[in-house]
Nanobody, 127 residues
């Protein structure tokens, strides 16, 4: 069982930055990939980025690469998502999630292949 608690969401102006945090707890954490998804109103949940807790390897969805950076602090068991140059289309609920390394998520990047979810944190970008 893995528990995930997001924080850091809020209101930011277009062009601004935010850093989201995901506090991870549970057993055998190095057997998991931690990933961020987001879901905008009326849209499907979409993959943003992921990081392996054991290796630090990362993957991103192409449209966000360069603006968003995922990182981990193993001592604090926390994963971060640094978001820069935010625009109106980035408004969404951002979810932290965990997927087993042994599963198919690293190649699929599908929300159906995630094992555990946080409750989400709302990011609102204003003009």
């Amino acid at each position: 069982q893995v528990q995930l608690v997001e924080s850091g969401g809020g209101l930011v102006q277009s062009g601004g930055s935010l850093r989201l945090s995901c506090a991870v707890s549970g057993r055998s954490l190095y057997e998991y990939i931690i990933t961020w998804f987001r879901q905008a109103p009326g849209k499907e949940r979409e993959f943003v980025a992921a990081i392996s807790l054991s290796t630090g390897n990362t993957i991103y969805t192409d449209s966000m690469k360069g603006r968003f950076t995922i990182s981990r602090d193993t001592a604090e068991a926390t994963v971060y998502l640094q978001m820069n140059s935010l625009n109106l289309e980035d408004t969404a609920v951002y979810y932290c999630a965990a997927a087993r390394v042994a599963g198919t998520f690293w190649s699929s990047r599908r929300h159906q292949d995630v094992d555990y979810w946080g409750k989400g944190t709302l990011v609102t970008v204003s003009s």
